[in-house]
């Protein structure tokens, strides 16, 4: 299994700035591709972006312009970089992670990561 391990959540103001980091570890795998999902209160967990090994990314029409993300495909981390917050920002932001288990004669597979806390404050 592969596990994902987020940090970098926090307090902060509107307008403010937020990195927030997913690394990956565990057993023989490879993954495909990498994202950052958020549900706030009462709502639905939703995509917020999305990026594959080869770099191609995908963004939530309410973060694009906004938020960045990236791949460090040696160390296995995805990062989250969040500019000119918005209190409607505010959620518990997952780090997910779709690779191939090699323990598992190469099965897809699917990881999340135990979620941050992101809050804006209005």
């Known amino acids: 299994q592969v596990q994902l391990v987020e940090s970098g959540g926090g307090l902060v103001q509107p307008g403010g700035s937020l990195r927030l980091s997913c690394a990956a570890s565990?057993?023989?795998?490879?993954?495909?591709?990498m994202g950052w999902y958020r549900q706030a209160p009462g709502k639905q967990r939703e995509l917020v972006a999305t990026?594959?090994?080869?770099?191609?990314?995908n963004y939530a029409d309410s973060v694009k312009g906004r938020f960045t993300i990236s791949r460090d495909n040696a160390k296995d981390t995805a990062y989250l970089q969040m500019n000119s917050l918005k209190p409607e920002d505010t959620a518990v932001y997952y780090c997910n992670a779709d690779y191939l288990d090699f323990l598992s004669s190469g099965r897809l597979r699917s990881s999340w990561g135990q979620g941050t806390q992101v809050t804006v404050s209005s």
């Open positions: 990026i594959t090994s080869s770099g191609r990314t």
């Open positions: 565990g057993s023989i795998f490879s993954i495909n591709a």
